[in-house]
């Protein structure tokens, strides 16, 4: 095996095509459960606008299959290590060992919602986490944006490009201070601290929303922030340096300051599909680049 691609994303499918089209025998291990499989259509993919997540992810996969060099395995890896032939062996979930010259790293990232009750019912069909993803189809409506942290700040300027109505609500925490509530109030944006104790809707379609006062405000939708995780076993097992945020550090071609390990596409910090999949295209091309210059080097 030349590569094996951890993560069946549009990241780990472009470097799987690149390094499979570069002559290299690929195998990409995927378990499936890219964070994005809540919505219901993604965005901003040029010649994919509107696409199904699923349908973006089997169009990949078809696309992978035309080449003979590239195999496609459900699963998830465990575990990686460092052979004394300098190659690596994964582990996967089923128990199934495979050897490896390359590795690229590219599982996305897992995300948790704000601790309201129900909210997954509406996350992905009319709670969003990205404006550059869904604002467009909530632009102009009655929003709200339920953020439990001052992280918030940055979305909540952003959000007011769609709508001239935003609610913000940090259920129940404390989290900005006078100075900022002031600017809200200078920006028309009721900011409501209270408690979130129902998100009232039908299929999906959020209606309004509840607080421990009693108040219920009419909402059409909105976004909510969300905490990102970034842990994996192997960051440790391997010695892969992260940044200060604790995503994987990689240059434009997917090096790691590991030798043979590459990563792309969200473990490198939270993007967008199309940004994903450039990353993983740069990455196939680095291996195959690091690969020509190790056998000219050899002649
Ligand atoms: C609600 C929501 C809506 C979004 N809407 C849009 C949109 O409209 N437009 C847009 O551009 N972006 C959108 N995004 C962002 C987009 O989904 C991500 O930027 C993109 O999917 C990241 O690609 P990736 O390849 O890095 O990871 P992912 O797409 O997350 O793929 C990673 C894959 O690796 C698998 N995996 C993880 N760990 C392992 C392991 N150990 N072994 C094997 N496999 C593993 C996962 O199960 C998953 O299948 C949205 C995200 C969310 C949450």
Not at 123 to 139: A, I, Q, V
Not at 193 to 220: M, Y
């Amino acid at each position: 095996m030349d590569v094996v691609v951890i993560g069946g994303g549009p990241a780990g499918m472009s470097a799987a095509l690149v390094a499979g089209r570069g002559k290299k025998n690929v195998v990409l291990i995927d378990e499936n459960k890219p964070r994005n499989a809540v919505t219901k259509e993604s965005h901003a993919f040029l010649t994919r606008d509107n696409i199904k997540p699923a349908d973006f992810k089997e169009k990949g996969r078809r696309d992978l299959l035309k080449y003979p060099t590239i195999a496609i395995k459900d699963g998830r890896v465990l575990e990686i290590k460092k052979t004394d032939q300098s190659l690596f062996e994964l582990t996967t979930e089923a128990g199934e060992i495979l050897q490896t010259k390359n590795v690229v790293i590219t599982p996305g990232l897992k995300e948790t919602l704000p601790a309201v009750s129900g909210i997954e019912n509406y996350y992905g069909t009319s709670l969003f986490s990205c404006p550059f993803c869904d604002g467009w189809e909530m632009k102009d409506k009655p929003l709200i944006l339920i953020a439990e942290s001052a992280q918030a700040l940055h979305v909540i300027k952003l959000l007011k490009n769609w709508t001239d109505d935003l609610i913000v609500a940090t259920n129940g925490h404390s989290v900005f201070d006078t100075e900022q509530k002031k600017v809200f109030e200078l920006n028309h944006i009721r900011l409501i601290e209270e408690k979130i104790t129902e998100l009232k809707g039908n299929n999906g379609e959020l209606k309004s929303v509840v607080f421990k006062n009693g108040e219920e405000v009419e909402r059409s939708g909105g976004f909510c922030t969300t905490v990102l995780d970034n842990s994996l076993p192997f960051i440790e097992q391997l010695g892969i340096e992260v940044n200060e945020a604790g995503y994987i550090t990689a240059d434009m071609m997917g090096h790691t300051n590991v030798k043979g390990i590459y990563a792309a596409g969200e473990i490198t910090g939270p993007s967008q599909l199309i940004v994903s999949a450039s990353q993983g295209h740069m990455t196939g091309v680095g291996i195959i680049a690091d690969a020509c210059e190790e056998a000219f080097q050899n002649i």
